[in-house]
């Protein structure tokens, strides 16, 4: 350290210490004491529970977090584990505070206009700034939640501050110092990389300091920094309750490291949507206020114009201020095409540039003012202003984001557990509810609740299937299926009725398989699965042609009690987008139908309903010779949907079979050949009706009266237009005539 600069760097740091502390007790009044779901923090459920059972979050599983969270629940015993993990967010943000300061204050000190005044600028204005870091929309709303961007933002802020030690006071530990933070912030959230274009920038400008000793010194260091990796294979080995990916082998650890689940929604949306986004997603006017963009920008221009016209862009100061650029500009570039909902966060370390700008131009701006100005040339009267002036709109960020009262969460996953028998699984949808449970579970619950929580739209994955029975060995698993509803509705079928089953939804699937029982009058309730009442079998009705067909063996006991008569349409089709042969369905709602092709009027009661499995199915038909068979079907089961596509086979008693296909309306028959390029057969010859594209479908087909029909097997060969929902069949009456 320079010669004369002891001094004030004490009163930099007793300043800093003193806003750090301050900063911290501000953020306990805001603090929720327990899990919440505010200020985009539905994911601090998973890591509670998972720093409680040492299991591993979603990616990119973040394990350094993981493990000063469990530290810190070790080191600190009071409270929940809600309110301590909220309270490290807390540590975190206002030790970051402390770091912002020590920047500011060193960056001030190299600025010609301002680098004589420290008792003013230098010391006065880190402050304010500081201020307006600690009340900026998303650095305030991240720093009393459980969630990552906290120590994000610390392990930011201190790579700066010692890469800027190392820069002016030529110590090489400080440079080994940053490579090992480099090495932790990647091993704790890849938004680290933002850092790598201003380190980049102070070794190139630098590279006569360093040699290979150093270089290889520094990259071992790195290493090192990455070592709490090596808890996602060791810990997953073991098999925790909670491990997504289950990272033991390498394609897999290298699967969440990489985040390969949500590597789709990079560049995913067209250029203007982006924009709209950004727009909607800054909120700029929330971070630094608008007069705090306009310095934000005139300081980056002014700096690096005056350096390149001074021939001095490849200073200590210019260097840092170009590579600083560089990195909020990539920052932006690459969070701006990040398509996800809590995409704010991901801005943090472009906010904590824009303030470092922010700071240097209102210096600037400050002595300017004082040098032309005929009025109080000594006051600080610009520095009052300007902290009203920039202050002023982030007030209202303390309101938007006190989670103090906001208990939702908390509420939820209470009653949840009190309302769950024991040994009970619940079937969660959604990241918030599910991990809120998974919290709740293993963490205040861990010794008391045998409850079980599995996530549904984890079916997808291959590693979840595999993963559950050794954690919940008490249900039976069915095959693996590419369709989420069609397993989900497999598991329910293989464990109703041995378990108490939960939803925490009224979820389409379940509610038209089973019966939805609310437990609770709440804004979110829980909903206990049951066995839908059983209908009479009805083989015949009084005319004898005519055949109800019970296929509850097929159709897992799905029963509908509600008669409806063929001749009224209900719901609005929309386009059906997709078909695929071997694609198969368990959605369906029941709707009012259509007339059937044979013209009656009958009031078909709807005795049965069968949603198409994996499998075809066979219904036995009446063995007389008969030149017709008609039947009613859906052709789509749900709002969305247009129709179906169906094949269909008549077998004959002598062995003999004839084949036919259904399209529940003609779009969707052109459409299936035109998708696959094959040559459509002669319409007359396809069986199809319903042209409106109408949800029920009546179908005659006609037989060989020569012979006694024996069954007719049906077999779904239609698909939706979004994964894990396909069209769904129910069968209604057959008649023979």
Not at 208 to 229: E, H, M, V
Not at 292 to 320: E, Q
Not at 376 to 393: D, E, F, H, N, R
Not at 462 to 481: Q, T
Request: with cysteine.
């Amino acid at each position: 350290m320079q010669k004369g600069l002891t001094a004030e760097y004490k009163t930099s740091f007793y300043f800093a210490i003193s806003l750090s502390v301050i900063c911290f007790f501000f953020f306990q009044f805001l603090m929720a004491d327990d899990i919440t779901w505010t200020n985009w923090g539905e994911d601090g459920g998973d890591f509670l529970a998972c720093a409680s059972i040492l299991g591993i979050p979603h990616p990119t599983s973040y394990p350094f977090y993981t493990l000063l969270l469990k530290a810190f629940f070790l080191i600190f015993p009071f409270g929940n584990i809600g309110f301590r993990g909220n309270l490290l967010s807390s540590v975190f943000a206002s030790s970051g505070i402390y770091f912002f300061y020590m920047i500011t204050s060193r960056l001030l000190s190299f600025i010609p206009q301002v680098k004589k005044d420290r008792k003013g600028v230098i010391y006065g204005l880190p402050l304010l700034v500081c201020i307006i870091l600690a009340l900026s929309r998303i650095f305030l709303s991240q720093a009393i939640i459980t969630e990552v961007y906290s120590l994000n933002a610390l392990i930011f802020l201190m790579s700066i501050h010692f890469l800027l030690k190392w820069v002016f006071e030529k110590k090489t530990n400080y440079l080994i110092f940053v490579f090992y933070l480099l090495g932790l912030g990647f091993s704790h959230h890849g938004s680290i990389i933002f850092f790598i274009p201003l380190l980049l920038s102070v070794l190139i400008r630098f590279k006569k300091r360093l040699n290979a000793r150093i270089a290889f010194f520094s990259i071992f260091i790195w290493l090192i920094g990455l070592t709490p990796y090596l808890y996602d294979p060791l810990r997953a080995i073991q098999n925790p309750h909670l491990s997504w990916g289950t990272p033991y082998c390498f394609s897999k650890f290298y699967w969440i490291i990489t985040a390969s689940q949500y590597r789709y929604r990079m560049f995913s949306r067209p250029f203007m949507e982006s924009l709209r986004k950004f727009r909607s997603s800054y909120h700029i006017e929330q971070q630094i206020g608008y007069l705090g963009v306009f310095i934000f920008i005139w300081t980056a221009i002014t700096l690096l114009s005056r350096f390149k016209k001074a021939g001095r862009i490849r200073s200590n100061f210019g260097i840092i201020v170009m590579g600083l650029s560089l990195s909020f500009l990539a920052n932006l570039i690459y969070s701006f095409n990040y398509n996800i909902a809590d995409i704010n966060a991901y801005y943090i370390p472009g906010y904590i540039i824009a303030c470092i700008f922010l700071c240097l131009g209102t210096g600037i701006l400050i002595k300017i003012w004082q040098e032309s100005s005929i009025f109080y040339p000594k006051s600080y009267l610009p520095l009052v202003i300007t902290l009203v002036l920039l202050t002023a709109p982030l007030i209202l960020n303390i309101r938007k984001c006190n989670s103090r009262t906001k208990q939702d969460a908390k509420e939820f996953t209470t009653e949840v557990f009190n309302a769950a028998k024991p040994n009970g699984v619940i079937l969660s949808e959604y990241d918030g509810r599910t991990f809120g449970l998974w919290y709740k579970r293993y963490g205040p619950l861990k010794d008391k609740s045998q409850v079980f929580i599995i996530y549904k739209y984890l079916f997808i994955w291959d590693w979840y299937l595999e993963h559950l029975p050794k954690v919940a060995s008490r249900l039976l698993y069915p095959p693996k299926s590419p369709i989420v509803d069609a397993y989900l509705c497999d598991l329910i079928t293989l464990n109703i009725g041995r378990l108490p089953l939960y939803m925490v939804r009224e979820d389409p699937v379940i509610k038209t398989n089973w019966d939805l029982v609310r437990l609770y009058d709440a804004k979110m309730p829980l909903y206990e699965i049951k066995e839908k009442a059983r209908l009479p079998e009805v083989k015949y009705s009084a005319k004898e042609d005519t055949m109800f067909i019970d296929i509850s063996t097929f159709a897992n006991s799905c029963y509908s009690q509600d008669p409806f008569r063929i001749g009224d349409v209900s719901g609005k089709p929309n386009h059906f987008i997709g078909l695929d042969e071997g694609e198969y369905n368990y959605q369906g709602i029941p709707f009012k139908f259509m007339k059937a092709v044979t013209g009656k009027e009958n009031k078909f009661n709807c005795i049965s309903t069968c949603f198409l499995s994996r499998t075809s199915f066979k219904i036995p038909l009446v063995q007389k010779r008969s030149k017709h068979l008609a039947f009613a079907l859906t052709g789509g089961a749900i709002a969305n949907y247009k129709g179906a596509v169906l094949k269909l086979k008549v077998i004959y008693k002598d062995g003999m079979n004839d084949d036919f296909v259904l399209y529940s309306c003609k779009d969707i028959y052109e459409y299936g050949f035109k998708k696959y390029g094959a040559e459509a057969p002669p319409l007359e010859k396809i069986i199809w009706q319903n042209k409106k594209g109408a949800f029920i479908t009546g179908c005659e087909i006609d037989l060989d009266n020569e012979r006694i029909p024996e069954k007719l097997v049906i077999r779904n060969a239609g698909i939706a237009n979004n994964a894990g929902v396909y069209p769904g069949v129910i069968i209604f009456a057959v008649t023979q005539y």
